[in-house]
């Protein structure tokens, strides 16, 4: 990881609207948020200064389960699951045991070194299944 960079007023505006929105927000969603605390951010400040925090450490991305859905970001940066709906793309944190990256040897991972764990488990959420009717068609 590279020397931190300082912290603007930007950076921290973004990091504080993917903190206080918490349930995994898209960098539009943040970028909304932040406007609240800098009202002459632009989304390219915002999307910069997501990939900068990001490479600190300070978040970590979600990417999605299906072609062309959203980016989502994570303020909780430690190993942990998460949820996602494949159909309207919500994110949510599942409370799972994580599995013991630690005892996995480089030998039992086609050579490589395991630095962390992020699973994303697809469901489909409950306000999508309540847009379902009893015969599995979308209302």
Known sequence: MEKPRRG???KRAVLSAAVSLANHPTAQEIF???KEEVMS???????RNLGILVDEGDL?????????SEV???????NHCHIQCSTCGKVRDLDVPVVNFNGILP?????FTVDGVC???TGTCRDCRKKTDSKGEQL
């Open 8 to 10: 603007s007023k930007q």
């Open 60 to 68: 970590i991305t979600i990417t999605g389960t299906s072609a062309g």
């Open 32 to 34: 909304f948020k932040a």
């Open 107 to 111: 030998s039992d991972a086609s050579g």
């Open 119 to 121: 699973v994303t488990f």
């Open 41 to 47: 951010i632009s989304f390219s400040t915002v999307y």
């Open 72 to 78: 989502h970001y994570d303020h909780i940066t430690g």
